[in-house]
């Protein structure tokens, strides 16, 4: 790593930390507490309704990107290959298995806690992958819990009133399912509470985001797929607006002094795809080498949803769930890359063609090529996975970086 | 030799290649050394060659660029510059024309496309796998029992058309025994795997327009990859003369200009 300019570090890691510590021990509390009740739910699944209804809620997702970005996905992957599950398929949902089967987690050692806690039902929402409905299922037949799920039309150009009112029916169907199956009786009073509290996290969220248009970037990609846990994790709670505008503020004043994610600032990037979680810090050290900052991405942005102002919660969960890039048509996608390219006055682009993630990977029906000619950007493709690091070449990969910087240098000349 | 010379080094995964300059940018030395385990070593081997070819002591050495996966291992390099951009710069050199360079390397394979003003325009890399590159051909070849130039003259002697099925180096040397045992000509089977290539090589080519050059060490040691290519691609396929070299060439010449840059900037800051 370069020596002569020295990273300015994001003060409230420190915070995140307590708050992420705080979250999961309480999860782990809830599952051991007869009195308290666990439901998984996908990152962007109607967890707003199961908060209201009084569970703790647990992301899998959250466990799958920790097993890579603890480099352990990848030993783990292969005990769920055995039971039948392709080692093509999402490697979030097979290291999970895998960890599971071997009874191995992170959480563990991070928190001195005995693991993802035991659910005692599994909510999920196709609106990403139908993946998760498969890793749900497993761990639903494990486990004995019953799984519940929204399936919202994919593929979206414009979402219609219809569409919204489909997946809202769908949304009421699953509270009726869940009051039934539990005894509970969801108060809208709380559901408008907690939908309210996760829309201005949200907000919160976009707007820390938004820093990163100013020159320098106080805030890259890398240090985004970090500091999002609390908007997926801790969404409705009050915990999550706090660290948001403690966040917030420490960017503005990051922008007003001038300091930059990557000081030196002399080429903004944009990053569409999937993290590759076992390479992050790499990744992250080699474009601040290359004194070029990550200034957008599509993933950061995934959380970042239209605002609720009041009326029917359910409408919006409906719409922001349904709406989400990754549930988009590609005519869409490509509207809003354009839109991110101008707002955060991008260089080039980069596309991550994740192995095992075709959902979330945009370069397989020639999207760059699109990108590259309607935006006159440069593009680069470079080929890896979300946690399998089997599928990633660091030298290949690196190399493609430093020669798209060097295009980048070249165009600038 | 007495004037200031420029270096350019690529370490590559299977050869290091040198190349020396004189001070009006001519080639005056060049070498090929294996990469072996060593590539400061091999680096150091291949640029003291070039230098005695070239008649020029070390101390002239007025700047020098290392490419290559094995780039970080040059210690006399003040630079170092990747080989996509060391490969166009080079073919470029010697076909000014030239809108695609197809750069065949011992692991991986590199597809460059220029603008018409000699710019990078795109570029692509085979994924971490071994089909379309010279590793793919060294491992057939192992497995067949004969060298790389015993399977390129086999190749060259075909009439036939076979195409392989596989891109994939395992089970393309398994296509292979299947098809001697069919009794297929050793030439035709040959002149499929370079047909495999250009194949391999034609996906990733994201626009068929402009001349074509290939380097690298296989387009330098195989006819039959440009007799395959030229097939496949339905145009013709410029040679350089030393295509094993183009990314050390390239590497030279950015060192060159490097210095050309700066002696001109130093000329207008004395003119004030």
Same mark, same amino acid.
């Given at each position: 790593?370069?020596?002569?300019?020295?990273?300015?570090?994001?003060?409230?890691?420190?915070?995140? *930390?307590?708050?992420?510590?705080?979250?999961?021990?309480?999860?782990?509390?809830?599952?051991?507490?007869?009195?308290?009740?666990?439901?998984?739910?996908?990152?962007?699944?109607?967890?707003?309704?199961?908060?209201?209804?009084?569970?703790?809620?647990?992301?899998?997702?959250?466990?799958?990107?920790?097993?890579?970005? @603890?480099?352990?996905?990848?030993?783990?992957?292969?005990?769920?290959?055995?039971?039948?599950?392709?080692?093509?398929?999402?490697?979030?949902?097979?290291?999970?298995?895998?960890?599971?089967?071997?009874?191995?987690?992170?959480?563990?050692?991070?928190?001195?806690?005995?693991?993802?806690?035991?659910?005692?039902?599994?909510?999920? #929402?196709?609106?990403?992958?139908?993946?998760?409905?498969?890793?749900?299922?497993?761990?639903?037949?494990?486990?004995?819990?019953?799984?519940?799920?929204?399936?919202?039309?994919?593929? =979206?150009?414009?979402?219609?009133?219809?569409?919204?009112?489909?997946?809202?029916?769908?949304?009421?169907?699953?509270?009726?399912?869940?009051?039934?199956?539990?005894?509970?009786?969801?108060?809208?009073?709380?559901?408008?509470?907690?939908?309210?509290?996760?829309?201005?996290?949200?907000?919160?969220?976009?707007?820390?985001?938004?820093?990163?248009?100013?020159?320098?970037?106080?805030?890259?990609?890398?240090?985004?797929?970090?500091?999002?846990?609390?908007?997926?994790?801790?969404?409705?709670?009050?915990?999550?607006?706090?660290?948001?505008?403690?966040?917030?503020?420490?960017?503005?004043?990051?922008?007003? *002094?001038?300091?930059?994610?990557?000081?030196?600032?002399?080429?903004?990037?944009?990053?569409?795809?999937?993290?590759?979680?076992?390479?992050?810090?790499?990744?992250?050290?080699?474009?601040?080498?290359?004194?070029?900052?990550?200034?957008?991405?599509?993933?950061? #942005?995934?959380?970042?949803?239209?605002?609720?102002?009041?009326?029917?919660?359910?409408?919006?969960?409906?719409?922001?769930?349904?709406?989400?890039?990754?549930?988009?048509?590609?005519?869409?996608?490509?509207?809003?890359?354009?839109?991110?390219?101008?707002?955060?006055?991008?260089?080039?682009?980069?596309?991550?063609?994740?192995?095992?993630?075709?959902?979330?990977?945009?370069?397989?029906?020639?999207?760059?090529?699109?990108?590259?000619?309607?935006?006159?950007?440069?593009?680069?493709?470079?080929?890896?996975?979300?946690?399998?690091?089997?599928?990633?070449?660091?030298?290949?990969?690196?190399?493609?970086?430093?020669?798209?910087?060097?295009?980048?240098?070249?165009?600038?000349? | 030799?007495?004037?200031?010379?420029?270096?350019?080094?690529?370490?590559?995964?299977?050869?290091?290649?040198?190349?020396?300059?004189?001070?009006?940018?001519?080639?005056?030395?060049?070498?090929?050394?294996?990469?072996?385990?060593?590539?400061?070593?091999?680096?150091?081997?291949?640029?003291?060659?070039?230098?005695?070819?070239?008649?020029?002591?070390?101390?002239?050495?007025?700047?020098?660029?290392?490419?290559?996966?094995?780039?970080?291992?040059?210690?006399?390099?003040?630079?170092?510059?990747?080989?996509?951009?060391?490969?166009?710069?080079?073919?470029?050199?010697?076909?000014?024309?030239?809108?695609?360079?197809?750069?065949?390397?011992?692991?991986?394979?590199?597809?460059?496309?220029?603008?018409?003003?000699?710019?990078?325009?795109?570029?692509?890399?085979?994924?971490?796998?071994?089909?379309?590159?010279?590793?793919?051909?060294?491992?057939?070849?192992?497995?067949?029992?004969?060298?790389?130039?015993? =399977?390129?003259?086999?190749?060259?002697?075909?009439?036939?058309?076979?195409?392989?099925?596989?891109?994939?180096?395992?089970?393309?040397?398994?296509?292979?025994?299947?098809?001697?045992?069919?009794?297929?000509?050793?030439?035709?089977?040959?002149?499929?795997?370079?047909?495999?290539?250009?194949?391999?090589?034609?996906?990733?080519?994201?626009? @068929?327009?402009?001349?074509?050059?290939?380097?690298?060490?296989?387009?330098?040691?195989?006819?039959?990859?440009?007799?395959? =290519?030229?097939?496949?691609?339905?145009?013709?396929?410029?040679?350089?003369?030393?295509?094993?070299?183009?990314?050390?060439?390239?590497?030279?010449?950015?060192?060159?200009?490097?210095?050309?840059?700066?002696?001109?900037?130093?000329?207008?800051?004395?003119?004030?």
């Amino acid at each position: 790593m370069s020596t002569a300019v020295k990273r300015v570090e994001i003060k409230s890691q420190k915070k995140l *930390r307590e708050l992420l510590r705080e979250h999961f021990v309480d999860l782990d509390a809830a599952a051991r507490d007869p009195d308290r009740k666990v439901a998984w739910c996908t990152s962007v699944g109607p967890c707003e309704i199961l908060t209201a209804l009084g569970f703790e809620v647990y992301f899998p997702e959250n466990h799958g990107a920790l097993l890579g970005a @603890r480099k352990v996905s990848h030993r783990l992957i292969p005990r769920a290959v055995g039971l039948g599950y392709s080692a093509e398929s999402c490697s979030y949902m097979t290291s999970d298995i895998g960890a599971s089967l071997a009874d191995a987690s992170p959480l563990k050692e991070a928190f001195g806690i005995s693991g993802p806690p035991k659910p005692d039902l599994l909510v999920y #929402n196709t609106n990403q992958c139908r993946e998760v409905q498969e890793w749900w299922s497993y761990f639903g037949r494990r486990s004995g819990a019953p799984v519940m799920g929204v399936t919202p039309p994919p593929h =979206l150009g414009t979402v219609t009133a219809e569409h919204v009112g489909f997946v809202r029916g769908l949304l009421v169907k699953l509270i009726a399912d869940i009051e039934v199956a539990f005894g509970r009786k969801l108060s809208e009073d709380r559901l408008e509470e907690v939908v309210a509290q996760s829309s201005r996290a949200s907000r919160l969220w976009r707007e820390v985001l938004n820093t990163a248009r100013s020159r320098p970037a106080p805030i890259s990609f890398f240090d985004g797929v970090i500091h999002m846990a609390p908007v997926i994790l801790l969404r409705g709670s009050h915990r999550a607006i706090e660290y948001y505008e403690a966040l917030r503020a420490e960017m503005k004043e990051r922008v007003a *002094r001038g300091i930059g994610a990557v000081p030196d600032e002399r080429f903004r990037v944009y990053w569409e795809g999937m993290p590759i979680w076992p390479k992050v810090r790499e990744l992250s050290e080699k474009f601040f080498d290359l004194s070029t900052a990550v200034a957008a991405s599509t993933y950061c #942005n995934s959380w970042a949803f239209e605002e609720y102002d009041g009326g029917d919660p359910l409408a919006w969960m409906a719409r922001i769930s349904t709406e989400v890039f990754i549930n988009r048509d590609e005519a869409t996608k490509e509207a809003f890359l354009g839109e991110m390219f101008e707002r955060f006055s991008i260089d080039g682009a980069i596309f991550h063609n994740a192995r095992t993630c075709p959902n979330n990977t945009n370069s397989r029906f020639g999207m760059p090529q699109r990108i590259r000619e309607r935006y006159e950007l440069p593009v680069l493709v470079i080929d890896g996975d979300l946690s399998d690091v089997r599928f990633f070449s660091t030298a290949q990969t690196m190399t493609n970086i430093e020669a798209f910087i060097e295009q980048l240098e070249d165009r600038a000349r | 030799m007495t004037g200031a010379v420029y270096a350019g080094i690529d370490v590559g995964s299977s050869a290091t290649k040198c190349v020396v300059l004189d001070e009006n940018g001519l080639l005056v030395g060049h070498h090929v050394a294996a990469s072996g385990f060593d590539y400061g070593e091999a680096a150091e081997r291949a640029l003291e060659h070039a230098l005695l070819r070239a008649g020029s002591p070390r101390e002239s050495i007025a700047g020098c660029v290392s490419t290559g996966y094995g780039r970080q291992s040059v210690s006399t390099a003040d630079r170092q510059v990747t080989e996509i951009t060391c490969h166009a710069r080079g073919a470029r050199e010697w076909y000014p024309q030239v809108r695609q360079v197809i750069d065949i390397g011992g692991q991986d394979t590199k597809i460059i496309r220029l603008t018409s003003e000699g710019r990078l325009a795109e570029y692509r890399m085979n994924a971490k796998c071994a089909a379309g590159t010279g590793t793919f051909l060294e491992s057939i070849a192992l497995k067949l029992g004969v060298t790389m130039q015993e =399977l390129d003259e086999l190749a060259m002697k075909s009439r036939g058309d076979t195409v392989m099925n596989s891109y994939c180096t395992v089970f393309t040397g398994t296509e292979v025994i299947e098809r001697v045992k069919e009794g297929q000509a050793c030439e035709d089977i040959s002149m499929g795997l370079f047909r495999s290539i250009a194949m391999r090589v034609s996906e990733m080519l994201s626009a @068929r327009t402009g001349p074509v050059s290939a380097t690298g060490g296989v387009a330098a040691h195989c006819r039959a990859l440009i007799r395959a =290519l030229e097939e496949v691609l339905e145009t013709e396929v410029f040679l350089p003369p030393m295509p094993q070299h183009a990314g050390a060439y390239g590497a030279a010449l950015i060192a060159w200009e490097s210095k050309a840059e700066e002696r001109s900037a130093a000329g207008h800051v004395a003119q004030g």
